[in-house]
């Protein structure tokens, strides 16, 4: 077995970490989160998206999300943009990378954005193709890859077929989302070689919520195929709107706890890290949903 050397996490937290909370969090702790997580050594930061403000009241900020960042050299700022309405939003605030999201179930895509995937694709296809007119990279997120909260397991073909129409119209990295943390290892693992007919092992990535607790299971699973690069929350915040009863994704310290056990690089700073979730759970008033970190600050209480 060998395991990729180093690996990159992009932080969702701030974006699909807080879309589901129900109480308001200001920009001001919006954008004081990015600048913790950038502290703590992550290059990548989902900061927010630019959607309809009726259908996901918490990301209405994003403009001013994105104005308030101080940006570091060497740190990607990635938005959600899901038609060309919200890409113009989105272009303003100058993103590194913008994400299409489309899924490979039918009726998840209905859900969450109102459309079909034949409908949906053609809505990116002018977004992808004006981000990259503008130099900002593409990325799709690829939701239900491996079951939907409406129509249950989903083939691995569904899988590729999504990944193929995202590759299509110009989609250049493609996110293998277990939105309902229905997954396990060989399952993931078949979904993801769907994406991989379509894409290169560089441009494929894991986002796995944390739903029935697999996904650390699911994680060491892809990087046994090489997949090296993941979307994780710090705290384990997050779920989708769309998808109920659904936890957040995995939490960031969990994950940077086990390559680091693993001798893997992350180029993160776990102690900062626990410092960035302890400061966004004390704000929504409960702990952070990672073991590792409720380790760490027990010792550091003991
Ligand atoms: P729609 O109602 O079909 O859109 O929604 P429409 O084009 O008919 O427009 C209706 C209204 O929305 C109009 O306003 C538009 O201006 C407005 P009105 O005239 O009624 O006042 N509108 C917008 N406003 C702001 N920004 C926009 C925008 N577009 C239209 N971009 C739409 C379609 C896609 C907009 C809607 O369904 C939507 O916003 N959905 C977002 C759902 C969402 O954010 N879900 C969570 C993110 S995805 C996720 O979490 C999964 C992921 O983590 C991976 C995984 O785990 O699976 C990525
Ligand atoms: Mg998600």
């Known amino acids: 077995m060998k395991l990729p050397p180093k690996v990159k996490l992009v932080d969702v937290g701030p974006r699909d970490g807080l879309q589901n909370e129900k109480q308001p969090v200001p920009a001001a702790v919006k954008i ?17 998206s630019f959607v309809s403000p009726k259908w996901v009241p918490q990301m209405a900020d994003a403009a001013s999300v994105m104005a308030g960042i101080e940006r570091q050299a060497g740190v990607r700022y990635s938005v959600l943009t899901p038609n060309l309405q919200g890409f113009e939003a989105a272009l303003k605030t100058r993103p590194d990378e913008i994400v299409v999201f489309g899924a490979a179930s039918e009726a998840f895509s209905q859900k969450n954005i109102n459309c079909s995937i034949a409908e949906s694709i053609e809505r990116f296809r002018p977004v992808a193709e004006a981000a990259r007119a ?21 083939a691995p073909e569904r899988v590729a077929y999504l990944a193929g129409l995202m590759k299509d119209i110009g989609v250049q990295h ?3 989302a277990d939105t309902i943390g229905v997954g396990t290892p060989l399952k993931v693992q078949r979904a993801l070689e769907a994406a991989l007919r379509h894409y290169e092992i560089d441009d494929v990535s894991g986002h796995y919520h944390d739903t029935y607790g697999q996904a650390l299971a699911n994680t060491l699973a892809s990087l046994e195929l090489g997949v090296w690069q993941y979307d994780t ?32 690089d992350t180029g993160i700073n776990l102690d900062k890290l626990v410092d960035a979730g302890k400061f966004i ?20 209480a003991g």
Not at 281 to 299: D, H, M
């Open 174 to 176: 493609v996110g293998v």
């Open 233 to 264: 929350s710090v705290a384990g915040l997050g779920g989708c709107p769309y998808a109920k009863g659904a936890t957040g994704n995995v939490a960031t310290e969990d994950v940077v706890y086990l390559l680091h056990g693993m001798g893997i």
């Open 32 to 48: 004081e989160l990015v600048h913790r997580l950038q502290a703590a050594g992550l290059r990548e930061i989902e900061v927010t």
């Open 134 to 154: 503008a130099g900002i990279y593409v990325r799709g997120a690829m939701s239900c890859c491996v079951g939907c909260p409406y129509e249950g397991e989903i």
């Open 281 to 300: 759970s004390e704000f929504l008033g409960r702990k952070p949903n990672s073991r590792a970190a409720q380790a760490i600050l027990n010792k550091r």
